[in-house]
């Protein structure tokens, strides 16, 4: 089995996702390193969504569930770098956490305790209202020195192509591609197109064969199939 580092791990949902759907990854990372060094961001969907409705808001609430993790990792690990792995939209949130600028008031100082950030399908260039609040900030903020503190390793699947015309997959990925950018005749995981998810400073990967969706019966980022196409950059 191919050997990673055993630095902890702490897992963030993607955006409308929470905490539960995240298990078989962690049971997948868990076969590399003890499952006791893997903990899941506690993110419900309530967090996303906000009650009342307020998705504005919404990485504010996630980033203190975020710090909230990376805070009891730190107490069990002292002195361990932790490594980030955010699925979807929470990467453009832990970016927002470790940027350590105030957003909407909110900021923290996550400092040494965070080693490196792995974001798995995330989209740091989209025209979504909602996702164009965080990556506006983003990009408002980031400077190369950032990636001189905190690695980014940005993974994404090109499995599916999407195609105006096409078949009915392909019609679907265009829809979702084209609700991202401007142009949905590109490749992607089926929600995310790949070339969304390039960062200038990050390793940017693409991987063949993994789904985006944390759904049953599918092979997405978080099942042993798709954890040992990027586990290699833990």
Known sequence: MLEVPKNPVVIIPGVLFWDTLYGSMKGAIAEYIPKER?????????????????PEKSTNRVMKKIDRAVREMG????GEPITLVAHSGGGTVAMIYLLEHPFQEDIYHPGRRVGKMITLGT??????????????????????KFFEHYPVVSVVSDKYYGKYNGSFVEKACFKFYESVQDDGNVAGDGI????????????????????????PRTRWYGTKEGVEQWIQWL
């Open 38 to 54: 893997i903990a899941i961001a506690p993110v419900s969907f309530a967090d996303w969504v906000g009650f009342p409705p307020s």
């Open 75 to 78: 107490y069990k690990f002292p």
């Open 123 to 144: 989209p740091f260039h989209t025209h979504e209202y909602y996702a164009r609040i965080k990556t506006d900030f983003i990009f408002t903020h980031l400077r190369p």
């Open 192 to 215: 995310v197109p790949a070339k969304s998810c390039f960062l200038e400073g990050a390793e940017n990967v693409t991987i063949s064969d993994a789904e985006h969706l944390p759904t």
